[in-house]
């Protein structure tokens, strides 16, 4: 079970292999792994950078309470989460979150809720640098609608 945050560029083939690798060599129980990245939107050319801040240390605890409450509930295996911080450009990977289960419901919700936590809650501070400015980014409303589901 693993969080970590990164300022370096992000390679999802990898962290899969690397978490695949990892089950593979547990216990022979995880039947199911379902994983999802999330890119940097270019939103019709308009963005020219994302950036994320986070407190470290604070933001990673924040982050694996929440995986832990998903795992829990969903009866996962293990997980991993992979969160870029600092600037990215549009095309760049953000976010990479695995799970593993026994069954693949099971995987696939626990990643949609551990992702709709990310969206609505997590503690971080995105600013959209765009051709006319920079503005800090909110979640919005349909984020919090999609976490409230796993309230």
Sequence with gaps: MTTRLTSAPLVAA????????????????????????????????AVSALELEAYPGFAERQ???MAAAAAERHGLLDWRIVHRIGRMDPGAT?????TAARHRRSAFEACDQMMDWLKSRAPF????HEA??????????????DASRWD
């Design 14 to 45: 990898d962290e899969l292999a690397a978490f695949e690798a990892a089950r593979r060599a547990c216990d022979g129980e995880t039947g199911a792994i379902v994983c999802f990245t999330g890119l940097v939107r270019a939103e019709a050319g």
């Design 63 to 65: 982050i694996d309470a």
């Design 94 to 98: 953000v976010v990479f979150v695995a």
């Design 125 to 128: 501070w995105k600013k959209s």
């Design 132 to 145: 006319d400015g920079s503005r800090w980014i909110e979640p919005r409303p349909q984020d919090y609608t």
